[in-house]
């Protein structure tokens, strides 16, 4: 009796059965991380988005309290939403994927789970945290008549996702280099705090003289937040950014980051 050969459609469930393994087994790790995070007791979950709030809240009042209207033309509140935002969302991730693997060890006993899930979950509740943060602020100060809702919404949202990749590529990257490299971990924080003044939440490329809006423009993530600024505030900015270095460098980190988790998946022992 002659079977015939697998077609098309079989390609296409398996692959489809493979993704819906996977997106559960990521929706898993997410949920167990939100509950290891933050608890179940007092805010909860609520802290996914309420931390970062409160962050952000705390440095746009400053800025409010200070007059800061010196840093930019712009309304400085939404000038330090937007910036500090920002901020949090492509900083943090890769501080939260530098030493996962090793905490989560025991979950890589069962087959379904990778290092690539320990690091998208973990990325995906980041993500998460930022985003409704920079969400409700801006529904927040809007309502109080404090700043004034995006001129151009999609390109805000499209900024907003590029500066997320750009962290994701980052974070995965920097991750899997930290499973063989400590110096990673030592040297990513004392780095973070020192490319923050340089990374475009404080300033505008405008303001700065036209050597070094050259030169700050190497920085990608300062290409992502002046162009988000361009759809927040529109004519009134006038941004400067190279979408197309931005996308470059972000293909460039998450390939590399991908083929090094690859490797380090290979070397990883379950416990």
Not at 73 to 78: D, G, H, K, Q, V
Not at 139 to 163: R, S
Not at 179 to 205: N, R
Request: proline share 5%; charged share 15%.
């Amino acid at each position: 009796m002659s079977m015939s050969p697998a077609g098309p459609s079989d390609g296409r469930s398996a692959l489809a059965a493979a993704f819906e393994v996977q997106r559960r087994v990521i929706w898993a790790l997410l949920l167990r991380e939100m509950i290891t995070r933050y608890g179940r007791h007092n805010f909860g979950f609520l802290w996914l988005f309420l931390e970062p709030m409160l962050f952000t809240l705390a440095v746009t009042l400053l800025w409010v309290g200070l007059d800061l209207n010196h840093v930019s033309s712009l309304p400085i509140t939404a000038f330090a939403v937007t910036g500090y935002s920002s901020i949090l969302l492509w900083r943090n991730m890769p501080g939260r994927l530098i030493g996962s693997i090793g905490p989560n060890l025991a979950l890589m006993f069962h087959r379904q789970v990778k290092v690539i899930d320990i690091f998208l979950s973990r990325l995906a509740l980041e993500f998460m945290g930022a985003t409704i943060s920079f969400i409700v602020l801006t529904v927040l100060f809007t309502g109080i008549d404090w700043m004034a809702l995006p001129e151009d919404l999609l390109q805000v949202c499209i900024g907003w996702l590029l500066l997320a990749w750009f962290g994701a590529g980052l974070a995965i990257l920097l991750g899997a280099l930290a499973e063989d490299y400590d110096i990673v971990e030592k040297l990513w924080h004392p780095f973070a705090y020192l490319i923050l003044p340089l990374s475009g939440a404080a300033f505008t490329v405008d303001t700065l003289p036209p050597a070094g809006q050259q030169w700050i423009l190497y920085l990608p993530m300062v290409n992502a937040i002046e162009y988000l600024r361009e759809g927040y505030f529109g004519s009134v900015v006038h941004a400067h950014y190279d979408l197309a270095y931005l996308i470059s460098v972000n293909l460039l980190l998450t390939g590399l980051g991908l083929a090094k988790t690859r490797v380090v998946s290979q070397k990883v022992v379950p416990e």
